[in-house]
């Protein structure tokens, strides 16, 4: 049974009438056509939901009977009301030429990454490394990751559970940021392959061009006076309560923080507002990969404890989002 | 006593413990210094939204014991859950140069009109104009304006409720955008008195600009065969039952309508969907002020009966939110 089907069924179940739909950017091309479908075989009214949405911590609440969120494994730990998640499933993995091109760089010993998109594929490829005489392991999920071995830009848990047990990670998919959060957590050799090109590469130089990065951002930070500590509203983001702890550690040292408070965290959003320096505490992607967006420096948490010598740069980590 | 003491007192009463902060783009660079004075006079720890405010219509709800909403007046029809108005009242008003550059341009019986921002300064004007030998009303508020001659950009009812008393307006503010929306509505002159700039002009050829573009945009729709409505998540800007009519009017038409429901309305968040046009239900001024921004058409609800044939060109109306 499809996914629309099963999705029928469950607008019957419940006796909705008004389903409301969320795409992710890449997904957008796919929205009319999806909620006339829906309307057609379900017989309600569909709202698409056009607040970008960013992952499974982001799902935006609507006046709906049912909301359809797509393109996101759900996060085991949160509480989701009335969302259902409607699968599209991994592409077919037509070609291995992307293992094959990493093979030659990969350790004996390996640990197997992916993002939600590719995951089905991860028995395939597992089969196919052993049988060119690797050793591989998938770590298992934890309470805010759905899958074995997924990776979200804000939990690398299925890597760090089995850092003892691999000499690197092989990561299948496209982008730098999650293999980048590997490589920075753990000390051992990433290698990214990408399905979409064919090819495989090690990620060391984004590595240190990032940790150059982030050095620099903390050194123009270190005489600021005042703070703006971001929060976020987004179901899986929020962490306020780290915000009012940093607030106080800031105060403490004699510097001002106050907190901002938003729903999508932009550029745009933040001009204008007197402070020296941001402090992320929203998804930790922001502060890495929009960084060179933001006209004053924009920190990690952890990065702000550097700024304020509670923590020292020997000890730097790359920021993840811990259920509680 | 200063609003801040007003605002503290109102604190104490409620024993409020935080306080959310909310700014439009303009008064940003005044929050973390009212923070910082709120936090050391209340005892209180603040929290700015980085949420962009644009009206009374646009209180995001906060995690808070009370929210301070500065820059705008309450909509009077509106329930707002603890909220208080921070009111800055009105600059002084130093000179009348811009008044004494309307005099020569202005008709015998004016409706003296203006924003918030200088509502305190209509007394004084009136009385100035009257010395000038002019007859000058005033038009009441209603349900959605909270001051006399006070105007909104989705509300013209001071202007129209006295078109029948008056040969033209005296607009005093620093934009288009309200003025135009008057010269649109109502069939009379419209003059700017720009008290920023010390000037005065008709607005004639704005109003032929924007007409001409309304044109063009209604034209580039006519075929459209799929139309995304665009409903706002905005206490003050929802219309979603006239967003489902119009659905229905469409689909009555022979055209596809998708409902968009979205908390900022902006070209980035609608790129991608497939649809030919869009409906603008949310703020009016999005589709007059940001149409080049757009790479589809996008409509007001009035010019959508247009594209229809529900409605002629020459009962082109602006559109304006009604309270129900």
Do not use: C, N
């Given at each position: 049974m499809g996914e629309t089907d099963r999705l029928v069924e469950i607008v019957r179940g419940r006796n909705a009438k008004t389903v409301g739909l969320q795409f992710p950017v890449g997904l957008r091309t796919k929205a009319v056509e999806l909620a006339q479908e829906i309307e057609a075989k379900a017989r309600v009214t569909c709202i698409v939901s056009a607040d970008p949405s960013f992952g499974a911590c982001d799902v935006p609440d609507m006046p709906v009977d049912l909301i359809v969120h797509l393109g996101h494994a759900p996060m085991p730990h949160l509480r989701y009301d009335r969302v259902f998640f409607y699968d599209l499933g991994?592409?077919?993995?037509?070609?291995?030429?992307?293992?094959?091109?990493?093979?030659?760089?990969?350790?004996?010993?390996?640990?197997?990454?992916?993002?939600?998109?590719?995951?089905?594929?991860?028995?395939?490829?597992?089969?196919?490394?052993?049988?060119?005489?690797r050793d591989v392991k998938i770590g298992p999920p934890d309470r805010r990751v759905a899958y074995a071995g997924q990776l979200l830009g804000c939990d690398y848990h299925t890597a760090t559970v089995i850092q003892e047990e691999v000499d690197g990670y092989l990561y299948v998919g496209t982008g730098d940021f999650h293999p980048l959060g590997v490589a920075i957590l753990v000390d051992k050799p990433v290698v990214i392959a990408d399905p979409e090109r064919g090819t495989a590469r090690r990620l060391d130089d984004v590595k240190d061009r990032i940790l150059r990065q982030r050095h620099g951002a903390i050194a123009r930070a270190m005489d600021a006076r005042t703070f703006g500590i971001i929060v976020?509203?987004?179901?899986?983001?929020?962490?306020?309560?780290?915000?009012?702890?940093?607030?106080?550690?800031?105060?403490?040292?004699?510097?001002?923080?106050?907190?901002?408070?938003?729903?999508?965290?932009?550029?745009?959003?933040?001009?204008?507002?007197r402070v020296d320096a941001w402090v992320n505490t929203a998804c930790p992607r922001i502060a890495i990969e929009d960084y060179l967006q933001y006209k004053k420096p924009i920190l990690t948490p952890q990065e702000f404890e550097i700024v304020l010598g509670e923590r020292e740069w020997s000890d730097y980590a790359f920021d993840e989002i811990r259920a509680y």
């Open positions: 991994s592409p077919p993995l037509t070609s291995l030429a992307f293992i094959d091109a990493a093979l030659p760089i990969l350790p004996p010993r390996i640990g197997l990454l992916t993002t939600y998109q590719f995951r089905e594929w991860m028995p395939q490829i597992k089969e196919y490394l052993e049988k060119k005489g976020s509203k987004k179901i899986g983001q929020i962490r306020m309560e780290m915000a009012m702890d940093l607030k106080r550690l800031a105060e403490k040292h004699g510097r001002a923080a106050e907190i901002f408070l938003m729903d999508l965290v932009s550029p745009d959003f933040l001009e204008g507002y």
